[in-house]
Nanobody
């Protein structure tokens, strides 16, 4: 049974840091990503990592502040978020896609498995 379980969300002050974790079960997919969705807004891709070569991809507004990584031994995905801003407030989801990132990008329809989400609030 394929499953993703996020943890690590919470509240932080602007300029602070939060680290999200996503425990994955099942076989390895090509692309693992973090998405976020704020109230009344569309879900947007924040960061992605390609399992094949470890390449990482970021939403422009988080580049240099957020870092995505994956511990293959623990089968866990991470999102380190530094220099947080109030506009980073959202529900954060991890997801995975069978296609490599160069094919699927951040298109939500390409991601067939999603976690339940974890809230991050920055004030």
């Amino acid at each position: 049974h394929v499953q993703l379980v996020e943890s690590g969300g919470g509240s932080a002050l602007a300029g602070g840091s939060v680290r999200l974790s996503c425990a994955a079960s099942g076989y390895t997919f090509n692309t693992y990503s973090w998405f976020r969705q704020a109230p009344g807004q569309d879900r947007e891709g924040v960061a992605a990592i390609d399992s094949g070569d470890g390449s990482t991809y970021y939403l422009k507004s988080v580049e240099g502040r957020f870092t995505i990584s994956k511990d293959n031994a623990k089968n866990t995905l991470y999102l380190q978020m530094n220099s947080l801003k109030p506009e980073d407030t959202a529900m954060y989801y991890c997801a995975r896609a069978q296609s490599p990132f160069r094919s699927c990008g951040f298109a939500t329809r390409e991601f067939g498995v999603w976690g339940q989400g974890t809230q991050v609030t920055v004030s």
